[in-house]
């Protein structure tokens, strides 16, 4: 199942590659633009939806997500592509993906707090613990000398269901999703990543 997730998002991968990620490289590179300053500008656009969406407008706070989420895949793309690639730039960038996605999440919960949606703060606190475990099981896998990408409801999708969700949909039927599939994501990759301990 794992191997079959890992083709399809190659197979994304090399499609977004030459329809969107290449065109706006070449146009990043123009612009003298480093990873590092994508990585920032990424996370300052969360900071600014946490607080669009802590005040309820839900759509333009998904819109600002969508395009942080974009960014999230330009900045290691331009690091490569330059060749930049470092470990201070790959630290930088787990650690703003991880505080892009809880600082999004801490502004929904905010949210639910003002209106008293008891459930819908529960299932984004939910949200917030499964995303960033699924994040933590290969960061320590790795630390234990194993690799593996195996898994789904990582990063890139939690993004869309988020951002997408705020945009079309209602915010207590988008954390209620998001809850719901992370927990389901991290149930599988700490099985997948059990079994590829010995």
Not at 130 to 149: D, M, P, Q, V
Request: charge should be positive; proline fraction near 2%.
């Amino acid at each position: 199942m794992s191997d079959v997730f890992e083709k399809y998002r190659q197979s994304l991968r090399d499609i977004l590659d030459v329809l969107l990620i290449n065109p706006i490289l070449s146009i990043l590179i123009k612009l003298k633009l480093t990873p590092n300053i994508v990585t920032i500008t990424g996370f300052a656009l969360c900071i600014v939806a946490a607080y669009y969406i802590s005040t309820g407008k839900f759509t333009t706070g998904g819109i600002l997500i969508l395009i942080s989420g974009f960014l999230d895949i330009f900045d290691g793309a331009l690091a490569r592509k330059i060749k930049l690639i470092s470990d201070k730039g790959a630290f930088l960038d787990s650690t703003f993906d991880r505080l892009s996605e809880a600082i999004v999440l801490i502004g929904l919960i905010y949210f639910f707090s003002k209106e008293s949606e008891l459930n819908a703060v529960i299932m984004t606190s939910f949200s917030l613990v499964f995303s960033l475990l699924i994040s933590y099981l290969r960061a320590r896998l790795e630390g234990l000398g194993y690799n593996s990408k195996s898994g789904f409801f990582t990063r890139p999708e939690r993004v869309l269901v988020v951002s997408l969700g705020l945009i079309f949909f209602s915010p207590s039927l988008t954390v209620t999703v998001l809850a719901l599939a992370s927990a389901t994501g991290l149930a599988h990759r700490f099985i997948v990543f059990w079994r590829i301990i010995k």
